[in-house]
């Protein structure tokens, strides 16, 4: 199980995005080369990020991206959601009425905890606890940072 790659690029948008002052546009160009994603590719991700409300598009020659002000916390799990939608580990998860052996299925249990387990942990993650830890790691030369948020 993985997740795909447009959420994978979402995430790294968002938080290079973070790691600017607020109202700092960056082009599409720019957030590519920052991501390492294919320009053609990250148009797709961006307008996902934008309709979803947490990038906020501007055209024009002034033009380019931005991290809406009231997503600069925005958590892994929104951006992962904006990108690919609920996550769901087994389909007897999506509702109530999906899988007539949820009610007495011994693995039910098990997906469901699993599930919670997963989008609890990318709830807690942030995008400008994110970009902190990303500006703290350059600042200091290291090419990674081997801190986790609990």
Known sequence: MQL???????????IHLAGFAPGT??????????????????????QSLTRAGLVISH?????????APAHRGATIL????????????????????ECSRQHWCPAYAVWNDAQNALTG?????????LARIAADTRGNGKGSDSRRLN
Do not use: W
């Open 78 to 97: 929104e951006i992962v959601e904006a990108v690919e939608g609920p996550i769901h580990l087994n389909i007897c998860l999506n509702s109530d009425d």
């Open 25 to 46: 546009r960056a082009s599409r160009a720019d957030l590519a080369t920052a991501s390492e994603c294919p320009e053609q590719f990250l148009s797709k991700v961006l």
């Open 4 to 14: 795909t790659r447009a959420a994978d690029y979402a995430i790294r948008v968002m």
């Open 59 to 67: 055209r024009g020659n002034t033009g380019g991206f931005e991290l």
């Open 121 to 129: 942990v990318l709830r807690r993650a942030n995008i400008g606890e």
